[in-house]
């Protein structure tokens, strides 16, 4: 099955600064990459996603980025603020519109 | 319009005892999963349901759990005997595309949880 790894599990920036959160995942047939953001104690909500026709999408502050031939993907947040602190999960989907696996989260820690 | 659904939002239970949470998805989707989260890790599939079939039930550990989506809408999931392993939060999901439609923006709206504690 498909296997998911995050990387770092936790990243302290200083606000303003910019973040970068790397995905790698297993199964070439994946083709759906979505980005959870989860704030403490709450439910996990997507802030982004991409599929494997597309290198780079962006929407504001956040912007992701796919490498099918080396199988990663990146989740860039510029100009930081206090309240992009949360864990953010990243995913894929080998048939693009189903099953998700997930990687283990990335703390991030934003300070003003 | 309305979210996911989940009750109830705490459990505390003893070892071997058994534990059934609820889910109502947002009216009109079609797919249902129900996912593990054990703390400091990312969710992690147990069960999908498509209507009222299941679509993927390999990661679900079927000695002691159950799910069922009678009628294609509302769903539980059951725990019988639960272990102090089970201890984690139990989250609902809803989409309202499923396998078939490659090509449609599949998000997943969670549920705010039920978080189970096993002693």
């Known amino acids: 099955g498909e296997n998911v790894e995050q990387h770092p599990s936790t990243l302290s920036v200083q606000e303003g600064d910019s973040a970068v959160i790397k995905c790698t995942y297993s199964d070439s047939a994946s083709n759906y990459f979505p980005w959870y953001k989860q704030e403490l104690g709450k439910r996990p909500q997507l802030i982004i996603d991409i599929r494997s026709n597309v290198g780079e999408k962006k929407d504001q502050r956040i912007a992701v980025t796919l490498n099918k031939t080396a199988k990663h993907f990146s989740l860039h947040i510029t100009e930081t603020q206090p309240e992009d602190s949360a864990v953010y999960f990243c995913?894929?989907?080998?048939?693009?519109?189903?099953?998700?696996?997930f990687g283990k989260g990335t703390m991030l820690l934003v300070s003003p | 319009e309305a979210g996911v659904a989940q009750s109830p939002r705490y459990k505390i239970i003893e070892k071997r005892q058994s534990v059934a949470f609820w889910c109502n998805p947002i009216?009109?989707?079609?797919?249902l999963y129900w996912y593990q989260q054990i703390l400091g890790q990312g969710p992690k599939l147990l069960i999908q349901f498509q209507n009222n079939g299941v679509v993927d039930d390999s990661q679900l550990p079927k000695d002691r759990f159950s799910a069922e989506r009678l009628k294609g809408v509302d769903s539980t999931l059951k725990i019988q005997p639960a272990k102090l392993e089970d201890s984690a939060v139990y989250l609902c999901?809803?989409?309202?595309?499923?396998?078939?439609?490659?090509?449609?923006?599949?998000?997943?709206?969670f549920g705010p949880g039920t978080r189970l504690t096993v002693l």
């Open positions: 009216s009109g989707h079609a797919t």
């Open positions: 995913a894929a989907s080998p048939r693009g519109y189903s099953t998700l696996t």
């Open positions: 999901a809803s989409s309202l595309a499923g396998p078939g439609l490659a090509d449609v923006r599949n998000e997943q709206f």
